[in-house]
């Protein structure tokens, strides 16, 4: 059993900082990408930021220069530093990781959402 644990959402101000953590627990052989995405109401999930397991990441055009992510491969934990906050940022923030474990093949795996609201 996989669990993706999320935590660090909450109310910010525009302009304000969070960050986001996701720890991967469970029956793990290996991790490979680790991703953000985010769901606002009435909208699709979209991506938000990704990385690999060498430490390539990638960016939506809409929190480039605003957002990064990283990771702790030791510690199974994927981080998304949040800056300069806007409104539009307000959503569901769902951690993603595509995972191998033992004699099974690699899946996705969905971590339950923590809220991030932008708002004065």
């Known amino acids: 059993q996989v669990q993706l644990v999320e935590s660090g959402g909450g109310l910010v101000q525009p302009g304000g900082s969070l960050r986001l953590s996701c720890a991967a627990s469970?029956?793990?052989?290996?991790?490979?990408?680790m991703g953000w995405y985010r769901q606002a109401p009435g909208e699709q999930r979209e991506l938000a930021a990704t990385?690999?397991?060498?430490?390539?990441?990638n960016y939506a055009d809409s929190v480039k220069g605003r957002f990064t992510i990283s990771r702790d491969n030791a510690k199974n934990i994927v981080y998304l530093q949040m800056n300069s906050l806007k409104p539009e940022d307000t959503a569901v923030y769902y951690c993603?990781?595509?995972?191998?474990?033992?004699?099974?093949?690699?899946?996705?795996?969905w971590g339950q959402g923590t809220q991030v609201t932008v708002s004065s």
């Open positions: 993603n990781a595509y995972i191998r474990i033992p004699l099974g093949s690699a899946s996705d795996y």
């Open positions: 469970g029956s793990i052989l290996r991790i490979y990408a």
């Open positions: 990385i690999t397991s060498g430490g390539t990441t």
